[in-house]
């Protein structure tokens, strides 16, 4: 069974940073583990994703500002925020991504929140 447990989020000022944690159970270590965030009145979107190898993907607007990292012996994946703005304000999700053959199976963390204000 997996289990994704988040923490890290807060309530900062525009500019500063947090970094997020998110602990694995359960996982392959060939699984996609990445995060999303949603605001409110939003749709969840797709943040930064690093597969097994350490290869990172990151949505265009958080480049530069935000980094993802994974400790696959800890099966641990980080997201540093850093140069945060008012619009960065959302609930962060864990994910962690696999194909099963035809299908795309998704776990999700419970979400924590961070506000940034101005």
């Known amino acids: 069974q997996v289990q994704l447990v988040e923490s890290g989020g807060g309530l900062v000022h525009a500019g500063e940073s947090l970094r997020l944690s998110c602990a694995a159970s359960g996982i392959f270590r060939s699984d996609v583990m990445g995060w999303y965030r949603q605001a409110a009145g939003k749709q969840r979107e797709l943040v930064a994703q690093?597969?097994?190898?350490?290869?990172?993907w990151l949505e265009s607007s958080v480049k530069g500002r935000f980094a993802i990292s994974r400790d696959n012996a800890k099966n641990t994946v980080y997201l540093q925020v850093s140069s945060l703005k008012p619009e960065d304000t959302a609930v962060y999700y864990c994910?962690?991504?696999?194909?099963?053959?035809?299908?795309?199976?998704?776990?999700w963390g419970q979400g924590t929140q961070v506000t940034v204000s101005s």
């Open positions: 994910n962690v991504w696999r194909r099963d053959g035809d299908s795309n199976i998704n776990y």
């Open positions: 690093i597969d097994s190898g350490g290869n990172p």
